[in-house]
């Protein structure tokens, strides 16, 4: 992690209640990297902002929706270059669940996202678009009580 700075950043696992995950499609123009894939809403936290403002404030923003920020679910970290120097990113995953299905989504970024969908984890584990986090259908798979109207 030597030269490289921390950035921390809050995501979202939005599901409705039939336990589809909200998903966006960023664009991204740094070169050698697909124009385009699909995360968890989210982003970094602000100067004194802690994990859970930024994933609420992140939720308004990139979703026009307000909702309780539930359980942290999981850590990731990794090396990436954004396009001003190499930083190690460390994310921290909220779930957040809605009692409505497909509730609609409005998009305050417009610079960065693309489109949002909600998605099956069916739909996750055979989509051939660029999904991050790498392996996100296993992870939401193997917490059965989260996806797809398993035990609430």
């Known amino acids: 992690m030597a030269n490289r700075s921390l950035r921390e950043v809050a995501r979202l696992v939005l599901l409705d209640a039939n336990g589809s995950i909200l998903l966006v499609r ?15 809403p989210g982003g970094a936290l602000e100067q004194s902002e802690t994990h859970r403002a930024a994933a609420a404030r992140e939720l ?8 309780d920020i539930g359980a ?3 850590q990731r970290s990794f090396d990436v270059d954004l396009g001003q120097g190499p930083v190690h ?14 509730p609609r ?13 909600w998605w099956s984890l069916a739909e996750l584990e055979t989509t051939p678009d660029v999904v991050f986090p790498d ?9 059965p009580t989260m996806v797809n109207g398993d035990a609430a």
């Open 72 to 74: 942290e679910l999981w």
């Open 26 to 40: 960023y664009r991204d123009e740094r070169p050698g990297r697909p124009s385009s894939y699909w995360a968890p």
């Open 105 to 117: 989504v409005a998009n305050s970024s417009p610079e960065a996202i693309c489109e949002h969908r």
């Open 89 to 102: 990113q460390v994310e921290r995953y909220f779930l957040v669940r809605l009692d409505v299905v497909t």
């Open 135 to 143: 392996g996100l259908a296993a992870s939401l798979a193997s917490i």
């Open 60 to 67: 308004r923003e990139e979703t026009g929706l307000n909702a």
